[in-house]
């Protein structure tokens, strides 16, 4: 079993490096193999410019890094994200990944209606996005619009034909107590010590 873990934060005394520590302690655990793209450290550019703009029209990325990312969700079973929610939203690196990566002729395909999406991805059997953010979870989905779910699982991944993909939201980070996030370390790191290939 291999797990690519795309992770985007700029601080390692985040909770979301603490995050990263519990996926790969579980993986571990489970004598499972993974590689980790740390965005931040790898400089990753997240820009559109005119070029990939071009190569999405024709179906053929252009950027280097960014095709090497897609390379290696070729090669996972399982990929990971995990990043903040800022402002309601993912950080830009996140961002510039989901519009560099999932990419037509990287990740997935347009069918002959030229609407409807196949999957490149023969490989990957789910999907997990984690999250941290300090807004309550009925005030993200009620009042926020529950951007993540829309945009990024809904709109992106689940269009594009990637399958089991599953979101975990850790909420009002800042407010809770130090027990309980803990026990959210510990309830990450267990789901991934189970994690079947």
């Not at 996140?94 to 990740?107: A, R």
């Not at 980070?173 to 789901?191: A, D, N, Q, S």
């Amino acid at each position: 079993m291999k797990t690519l873990i795309i992770y985007n934060h700029p601080y390692d005394g985040s909770y979301n490096h603490a995050i990263l520590e519990a996926v790969i302690n579980g993986i571990n655990q489970n004598h499972g193999d993974y590689e980790v793209i740390d965005l931040d450290k790898e400089n990753f550019n997240p820009v559109m410019n005119a070029n990939d703009l071009l190569g999405f029209v024709k179906h053929q990325a252009v950027d280097p890094m960014a095709i090497s990312y897609a390379e290696k969700i070729h090669q996972a079973d399982h990929v990971v994200f995990i990043f903040p929610i800022w402002w309601e939203l993912m950080p830009a690196m996140t961002k510039g990944f989901i519009d560099k990566v999932i990419y037509p002729g990287l990740t997935y395909d347009y069918k002959k209606n030229g609407l409807s999406m196949v999957s490149l991805l023969p490989n990957l059997q789910s999907t997990t996005v984690i999250t941290t953010m300090n807004t309550p979870k009925v005030m993200y989905k009620l009042i926020d619009g529950n951007a993540v779910k829309k945009a990024l699982i809904k709109g992106t991944f689940k269009k594009s034909g990637m399958k089991n993909v599953k979101w975990m939201s850790f909420n009002m980070i800042k407010m809770v107590k130090p027990e309980k996030r803990v026990k959210w370390l510990k309830k990450i790191e267990r789901t991934f010590s189970k994690m079947e290939s």
